[in-house]
């Protein structure tokens, strides 16, 4: 066979028949995500840069931006809400994770009995809608019912008891501790399953050492679980920085008392769709979209490019 | 096992303190809405903490609720609404997720990267958009436009939870069925469906409860009559009825246990055997 021929071989396709059913395997999934999140997604972005003028949508270049940024009232109530989604994600992670990676840990002592029950006992806020955890809550801190008042009396603390949610200072930390307590089981479920795939040679090969106890907690287990305390803590802050139901629940649309428990998802709400006398305005809230969008996009890429990305991962 | 270093009791007996603790603080809203539903409403404001006795008990408040024909049409929608996306979600998600851990093509790993975006950003950040699209094909008030909605919403994470679970079935199986002759539509449906089955709860899990609670979206899309869910219902109706704690706590005592029955049913698929359990 000459050169000629061997080339000739070689460039002729090879006849494959077009396999359709990789098609059809993707397309439900590919076009009900396209058409109802991402399409959305990408023309909400594109509504923050127009705005009616004289009653019809007009490219308005970064006007809406400026006028978020630059107007005094609407810069005002934008800083608050950030300010307070910031505390609202701080007290998250202060408290929720910690407790949930302590209560994990708990969990996972060996020989442990009623493991099953405490976990289920746990999480079964997290299974809760916000209006009845957001209900429940407001009823027991109210001072009418006195459930509150009368709880702090065992321990001695009854003169401490305010009615919380109703004063501007700690309303906002009353409601990151309700939904802290709303949402712990889903930091202790990661991070208790992180904890039970550590390899048990492992773990004996640390009593071998002389290594039990809270310092085999601190030498070896949490080195091996920070992966998934580095998930939690995304989770949290995506979790967090589009949060809304809670507070609307607890101190509805105007997240008051004086807007003291305002928070982005609940800005984005009230400017979007209104409220009351406002009437809902369409390219401001898509701005405030765009803006929150931003806002987690650079707390997702940090977390993949800046943390994730040195975290020390274990094969066993 | 046997040669690990035995926890004193003294260990244990903390270890069970904090447990129990924190199980208090947990049940205990819970438990407190409970019972004062069964409770007349002189009991409720005079003795919260007292459990319902026969000289207090009352069902006025069940009444009250049971009573509101809407209620039940509430809980109708929610359970519509639910499952129908669950069922889309797992059947939409493993597809893909089969396409994309089984088939080597070109763009394979983009569209991979595609879906996981989704995972991460909220898909409540194109509502002003998602609620103009179903205003123009006049789906604004029913409940496709929740259904359609929540699809979109749980397919990234059901791939990426999914197709983890496809790459671990095994090649034999799939190639002996297709020297049998199976169709790839039936290896899908009959070989690998099946197999994958822990990893479907465990997503009807992650997929159910943000949708059953959700109230962002009822509250947009549908917030009519006929097609409220049971989250948005009850909300309203603590506004209606705000001074009637009898019917309010009844309400949010009946709202609870639909999603308790779901989660008992699935609990077991949701963390695998633990040590202690083994």
Same mark, same amino acid.
């Given at each position: 066979?000459?050169?000629?021929? =061997?080339?000739?071989?070689?460039?002729?396709?090879?006849?494959?028949? !077009?396999?359709?059913?990789?098609?059809?395997f993707?397309?439900? $999934?590919?076009?009900?995500?396209?058409a109802? =999140?991402?399409?959305?997604l990408?023309?909400? +972005?594109?509504?923050?840069?127009?705005n009616?003028?004289?009653?019809?949508? #007009?490219?308005?270049?970064?006007?809406?931006?400026?006028?978020?940024?630059?107007?005094?009232r609407?810069?005002?109530?934008?800083?608050?809400?950030?300010r307070?989604?910031?505390?609202?994600?701080?007290?998250?992670?202060?408290?929720?994770?910690?407790?949930g990676?302590?209560?994990?840990?708990?969990?996972?002592?060996?020989?442990?009995?009623?493991?099953?029950?405490?976990?289920?006992?746990?999480?079964?806020? #997290?299974?809760?809608?916000?209006?009845?955890?957001?209900f429940?809550?407001?009823?027991?801190?109210?001072?009418?019912?006195g459930?509150?008042?009368?709880?702090?009396?065992? !321990?001695?603390?009854?003169?401490?008891?305010?009615?919380?949610?109703?004063?501007?200072?700690?309303?906002l930390?009353?409601?990151?501790?309700?939904?802290?307590?709303?949402?712990?089981?889903i930091?202790?479920?990661?991070?208790?399953?992180?904890l039970?795939?550590?390899?048990?040679?492992?773990i004996?090969?640390?009593e071998?050492?002389?290594?039990?106890?809270?310092?085999?907690?601190?030498?070896?287990?949490?080195?091996?679980?920070l992966?998934?305390?580095?998930?939690?803590?995304?989770?949290?802050f995506?979790g967090?920085?589009?949060?809304?139901?809670?507070?609307?629940?607890?101190q509805?649309?105007l997240?008051?008392?004086?807007?003291?428990?305002?928070?982005?998802?609940?800005?984005?709400?009230?400017?979007?769709?209104?409220?009351?006398?406002?009437?809902?305005?369409?390219?401001?809230?898509?701005?405030?979209?765009?803006?929150m969008?931003?806002?987690?996009?650079?707390?997702?890429?940090f977390?993949?490019?800046?943390?994730?990305?040195?975290?020390?991962?274990?094969?066993? | 096992m046997?040669n690990?270093?035995?926890?004193?009791p003294?260990?244990?007996?903390?270890?069970?303190? $904090?447990?129990?603790?924190? #199980?208090?603080?947990?049940?205990?809203?819970?438990?407190?809405t409970?019972?004062?539903?069964f409770?007349?409403?002189?009991?409720?404001?005079?003795s919260?903490?007292?459990?319902?006795?026969?000289?207090?008990?009352?069902?006025?408040?069940?009444?009250?609720?049971?009573?509101?024909?809407?209620?039940?049409?509430?809980?109708?929608?929610?359970?519509?609404?639910?499952?129908?996306?669950?069922?889309?979600?797992?059947?939409?998600?493993?597809?893909?997720?089969?396409?994309?851990?089984?088939?080597?093509?070109?763009?394979n790993?983009?569209?991979?990267?595609?879906?996981?975006i989704?995972?991460?950003?909220?898909?409540?950040l194109?509502?002003? $958009?998602? +609620?103009?699209?179903?205003?123009?094909?006049?789906?604004?008030?029913?409940?496709?436009?929740?259904?359609?909605?929540?699809?979109?919403?749980?397919?990234?994470?059901?791939?990426?939870i999914?197709?983890?679970?496809?790459r671990?079935?095994?090649?034999?199986?799939?190639?002996?069925?297709?020297?049998?002759?199976?169709?790839?539509?039936?290896?899908?449906?009959?070989?690998?469906?099946?197999?994958?089955?822990?990893? =479907?709860?465990?997503?009807?899990?992650?997929?159910?409860?943000?949708?059953?609670?959700?109230?962002?979206?009822?509250?947009?899309? $549908?917030?009519?009559?006929?097609?409220?869910? !049971?989250?948005?219902?009850?909300?309203?109706?603590?506004?209606?009825?705000?001074?009637?704690?009898?019917?309010?706590?009844?309400?949010?005592?009946l709202a609870?246990?639909?999603?308790?029955?779901?989660?008992?049913?699935?609990?077991?698929?949701?963390?695998?055997a633990?040590?202690?359990?083994?």
């Open positions: 066979m000459s050169d000629a021929d =061997m080339t000739e071989l070689d460039d002729i396709p090879i006849k494959r028949p !077009v396999r359709w059913h990789i098609a059809v993707l397309a439900p $999934a590919f076009i009900v995500y396209s109802i =999140m991402v399409l959305p990408i023309e909400t +972005l594109r509504l923050s840069f127009y009616l003028v004289d009653g019809v949508p #007009t490219f308005v270049g970064l006007s809406n931006y400026r006028v978020l940024f630059g107007d005094l609407w810069s005002h109530d934008f800083w608050n809400a950030l307070n989604n910031l505390i609202f994600f701080a007290i998250h992670m202060c408290v929720q994770n910690p407790i990676i302590a209560l994990a840990a708990l969990l996972s002592t060996p020989k442990l009995r009623f493991v099953a029950f405490y976990r289920t006992a746990i999480f079964l806020p #997290t299974l809760l809608s916000f209006v009845i955890v957001g429940i809550w407001k009823l027991i801190l109210s001072p009418i019912w459930v509150a008042p009368w709880l702090m009396s065992l !321990v001695g603390m009854k003169s401490l008891f305010a009615p919380w949610l109703g004063q501007s200072g700690p309303a930390v009353a409601v990151s501790l309700i939904s802290n307590w709303q949402y712990i089981g930091p202790m479920m990661l991070i208790y399953a992180a039970l795939s550590i390899p048990e040679e492992v004996e090969a640390a071998c050492d002389g290594i039990t106890g809270w310092s085999q907690f601190w030498k070896i287990k949490l080195p091996l679980i992966p998934a305390i580095g998930i939690i803590s995304i989770l949290t995506v967090n920085f589009n949060a809304f139901d809670l507070v609307y629940t607890i509805g649309a997240a008051g008392p004086d807007m003291s428990t305002d928070i982005l998802g609940t800005f984005l709400y009230r400017t979007f769709f209104g409220f009351q006398l406002q009437l809902g305005d369409r390219s401001m809230g898509a701005t405030i979209a765009t803006v969008f931003l806002i987690i996009l650079a707390g997702v890429s977390y993949l490019f800046a943390i994730q990305r040195r975290m020390r991962r274990y094969q066993f | 046997s690990r270093a035995r926890m004193s003294v260990r244990t007996g903390f270890v069970h303190l $904090a447990l129990a603790a924190y #199980t208090l603080i947990a049940l205990f809203p819970v438990f407190l409970v019972i004062n539903s409770k007349d409403r002189n009991a409720i404001f005079r919260p903490l007292q459990v319902p006795l026969p000289s207090t008990f009352s069902l006025i408040g069940y009444k009250t609720v049971l009573g509101q024909a809407d209620f039940l049409n509430y809980f109708q929608n929610s359970f519509v609404v639910t499952i129908a996306s669950i069922v889309l979600v797992l059947l939409f998600g493993a597809m893909a997720a089969f396409a994309l851990s089984e088939y080597r093509f070109r763009g790993a983009l569209m991979g990267l595609y879906m996981a989704g995972i991460m950003i909220p898909i409540r194109g509502t002003v $958009a998602i +609620l103009q699209g179903m205003v123009e094909t006049g789906l604004v008030n029913t409940l496709t436009a929740l259904i359609l909605v929540y699809t979109a919403q749980g397919i990234p994470l059901a791939i990426f999914l197709s983890e679970f496809m671990g079935v095994s090649d034999d199986l799939k190639n002996a069925g297709r020297i049998d002759g199976l169709s790839e539509y039936a290896i899908f449906f009959r070989l690998v469906l099946p197999l994958v089955r822990p990893a =479907m709860a465990t997503v009807a899990v992650f997929t159910m409860i943000p949708i059953w609670n959700d109230l962002w979206f009822p509250l947009i899309l $549908a917030p009519s009559e006929a097609t409220k869910t !049971v989250t948005l219902g009850s909300q309203i109706f603590i506004g209606q009825f705000v001074t009637n704690w009898n019917a309010v706590l009844a309400a949010l005592s609870i246990l639909p999603i308790l029955v779901l989660y008992v049913i699935f609990a077991r698929q949701l963390i695998p633990s040590r202690q359990e083994r």
